[in-house]
């Protein structure tokens, strides 16, 4: 509190509006906004160290991907302290606790980047008796609440803070109070992480799907085999991860680290909202040449 009150730490909305680029930034949090601006302030030239109390970056992602990302940021420069836990923060330094022991890291800023919560205190919820519990506003897969008439769509809800899941939540929401009935599938949202290269996915990973018992298959395949991919000059160490239900037959998860990335998971997204098979999915014709094309020919090899 009181390195924010004298302008040393800063949230993700408060470090767009500063007009220097720091020397040193500080970044505690190596989430997807996290791992964005240290993307962006290395690259417009400022000494970028990212904290994380977890043991990988990039949250709930596939492991092989998080350690992708981490060694193609750390070339660019971004120094990573996982496993680490902020203590104290002295003037313009912050104290760590991390399993070496104690150690201090000096900066210019600190962004504070370790999470948002819904903002439901002191709206008035419980008079009309809303289910709050958890710290947001439940709702069922109708976009309803426990009251009825009453339905919450964004971040409130706090199922998947994302812009894009904000507006099919406001759809589904709607088209409840109109009468026709829609569910909400957050199997199907994909997410991306904005650095170069880019992160993207949708649905499980195996981890997920070894911790429920599902029996899946899995193909993997380097993203230079996208003939554009290479030439555009993607790195070497892309990939992706497809993942099918052995029974159904059906996708339950696609992750891509590489550039072109968050333009091709909407198809992974499409195919898992429509259960398509992956027999049929490996008969679409992709237009040559683009990235895309992996999705095909993770297809053909899955079917």
């Known amino acids: 509190r009181e390195a924010a009150a004298e302008g040393h730490a800063v949230t993700s909305t408060e470090i767009l509006s500063i007009d220097y680029v720091p020397e040193r930034l500080l970044i505690l949090g190596g989430g997807i906004i996290g791992l964005e601006m240290a993307q962006y302030f290395a690259a417009a030239g400022s000494n970028v160290v990212v904290v994380e109390m977890l043991d990988h970056i990039g ?54 980047s370790t999470g948002r919560k819904p903002k439901i205190n002191g ?19 109708y976009m309803e609440t426990n009251v009825e008439g009453v339905y919450a769509a964004g971040d409130v809800n706090g199922r998947s803070m994302l812009a894009h899941t904000a507006y ?31 992160v993207a996915w949708v649905g499980d990973t195996e981890e997920s799907l070894s911790k429920q018992g599902r029996d899946y298959e899995l193909v993997r395949l380097p993203m230079t085999i996208s003939g554009r991919y290479a030439v555009e000059g993607g790195t070497p160490r892309g990939v992706i991860k497809c993942l099918k239900d052995t029974k159904t037959n059906t996708l339950l998860g696609v992750h891509a680290v590489g550039n072109g990335a968050s333009e091709f998971i909407f198809g992974a997204a499409m195919a898992m909202e429509s259960n398509i098979t992956v027999d049929r999915l490996a008969k679409t014709v ?18």
């Open 59 to 112: 949250g709930n992602i596939d492991p092989e991907l998080s350690q992708v990302l981490k060694r193609e940021m750390e070339r660019k420069g971004i120094e990573f302290i996982l496993g680490a836990r902020a203590k104290a923060v002295r003037g313009r330094s912050v104290e760590l606790e991390t399993a070496e022991g104690s150690r201090s890291v000096d900066f210019d800023l600190m962004l504070v």
């Open 123 to 141: 709206m008035g919820f419980e008079i009309i008796g809303l289910d709050i519990s958890g710290g947001r506003i439940n709702t069922n897969e």
């Open 168 to 198: 099919r939540e406001a759809e589904v929401a709607v088209s409840n109070i109109l009468g026709r009935k829609e569910t909400m599938n957050y199997g199907a949202i994909p997410s991306v992480i904005y650095t170069n290269p880019e």
């Open 286 to 303: 992709f237009p040559h040449p683009t990235i895309g094309e992996i999705l095909r020919e993770c297809f053909i090899r899955g079917s």
